[in-house]
């Protein structure tokens, strides 16, 4: 069983739609939370961290994480076309390295 | 362009060859990570160098994988008798630590073809 689980989709939805991504994990010293954003041929880039339980937002963008339930979330609000890309979520504990484990990221659409 | 750089963009090659790719992190970060991701998968964790140190590598980094960082500025990857299974695209990332996130910041990548 992968430590970071996420469904791969993909995901379709109209242009201004409210769209949920969702992550579950299982190792419970993880404590940073964050979610990168890959276009096609390009490498991640990050939206947005939180740290340990609760919710941040930025602007069109919400993340919250439940550290009870292993569970974090994206909502984007008001989608766009040009959100379209892969979402992949990751997290880390506070080691030595600070490694990042993915989840397998969500394929995004918006359709015009 | 102040980014995270890597060359070759695209490289094929035949089974049995050895490779090497370059990763050039942001300037004066002192953290660099490489990562393999496949089709349809999240980056995987590779390995990890503080300044030149090599602190971490993953049981994925089999015998035939070697990465260095020489000074402490830019990184190889390194990997010897290539297998069809090491098609990939290799991320590297760098961070400055300063940051209590880790923010890391990842370059195009290098996407690798093993005929």
């Known amino acids: 069983q992968k430590e970071v689980e996420q469904d791969p989709g993909p995901l379709s939805v109209p242009e201004g739609a409210i769209v949920s991504l969702n992550c579950t994990y299982s190792?419970?010293?993880?404590?940073?939370f964050m979610w990168y954003r890959q276009y096609s041929r390009k490498g991640p880039e990050l939206l947005m961290y939180?740290?340990?339980?609760g919710n941040k937002e930025d602007g069109r963008f919400t993340a919250q994480v439940d550290k009870s339930s292993k569970y974090i979330s994206l909502f984007i609000r008001d989608s766009q076309p040009s959100d379209s890309a892969t979402y992949l979520c990751?997290?880390?504990?506070?080691?030595?390295?600070?490694?990042?484990?993915f989840g397998s990221g969500t394929r995004l659409l918006v359709r015009p | 362009d102040t980014g995270v750089s890597q060359d070759p963009r695209h490289k094929i090659t035949k089974r049995g060859q050895n490779v090497t790719f370059r990763c050039d992190p942001i300037?004066?970060?002192?953290?660099l990570y490489w990562y393999r991701q496949t089709l349809g998968q999240g980056p995987e964790f590779l390995t990890y160098?503080?300044?030149?140190?090599?602190?971490?590598k993953s049981r994925l980094l089999s015998d035939r994988f070697s990465a260095e960082r020489p000074k402490g500025s830019f990184s190889t990857l390194e990997i010897q008798r290539t297998e069809q299974g090491d098609s990939a695209m290799y991320l590297c990332?760098?961070?400055?630590?300063?940051?209590?996130?880790?923010?890391?910041?990842f370059g195009p990548g290098t996407r690798l073809t093993v005929l």
């Open positions: 160098f503080q300044n030149e140190a090599q602190l971490e």
């Open positions: 939180t740290y340990s339980s």
């Open positions: 300037s004066e970060h002192n953290r």
């Open positions: 190792n419970s010293a993880f404590q940073y």
């Open positions: 990332a760098s961070s400055s630590g300063l940051a209590v996130y880790n923010e890391q910041f």
């Open positions: 990751a997290m880390f504990r506070m080691d030595s390295s600070y490694k990042l484990i």
